[in-house]
């Protein structure tokens, strides 16, 4: 199912980072540059989500959580999450559960912003379950790090796109992006193989499942029981 995203103000890098990822997740993004051109469309447009960066050009954060929460808006539920400086934090911190759900620093690594995204939107695990995953290698020079999604998961391993540049053979931390996992399942999965394009149609690879950090691999059974649950009924 498609969620719906309103992106507010100027873009910031983690949020130039995560959009590709989003919109890979089936999001549908608007993004208008301005707060005040938002006001005659919060009116009559239902989002599941919206970003906002502040301050915003044309529009207090007040008027922004006022129109948002009105009691006639379809919005009133969506997820409002505001980007904003350090120096910021604590003035938008008035806000915090009287409007607004979440407040990311603009300066937050990618993950930490998807972490917030996840928890917003909750979507539903699906029978082919695509989510956010964050994968890590370290060599000689440093860490080498992707950002991308999986096409499907279970609880032995997961199907992945991108990535070719791993070779089979390679481990990998992994971190798993999902509603409601706090922290993200993070472990160790090793490249099994490349994908077939023209087969598959996904370009990647596919992963083993090596082990998992703490309760990581009892947290991702039961999304996957619950899941399989919801498919039967």
Known sequence: MTQELLVLGAETPPLRQVMPILRRVDFQVLRLARGDQALDL???????????????????LEELVQAVRAKESPCRD???????????????GGFLRRGVNRIVSVDAPP??????????????????????????????????RLLTVTENLSATGMLVRGGREFP?????????????????????????????????QVEGFGGKILSFVDDGQQRLRA??????TAVAS
């Open 42 to 60: 919060l009116q009559g447009t239902r989002f599941d989500l919206i970003i906002a960066r502040y301050p915003m050009g044309g529009l207090p």
């Open 111 to 144: 993950d930490r912003l998807l972490d917030a995204i996840a928890d917003l939107v909750g979507v539903a695990p699906r029978h082919s379950l695509r989510t956010v995953v964050q994968f890590e290698l370290w060599v000689e020079q440093g860490a080498q």
């Open 168 to 200: 089979v053979g390679t481990c990998l931390r992994f971190r798993l992006v999902l509603p409601g996992q706090v922290p993200p399942i993070a472990g160790d999965v090793e490249v099994a193989r490349h994908t077939d394009r023209a087969r598959e």
């Open 78 to 92: 969506a997820g409002l999450l505001v980007l904003t400086h350090e120096d910021s934090l604590e003035e938008v």
């Open 223 to 228: 999304l996957l029981e619950g899941k399989q």
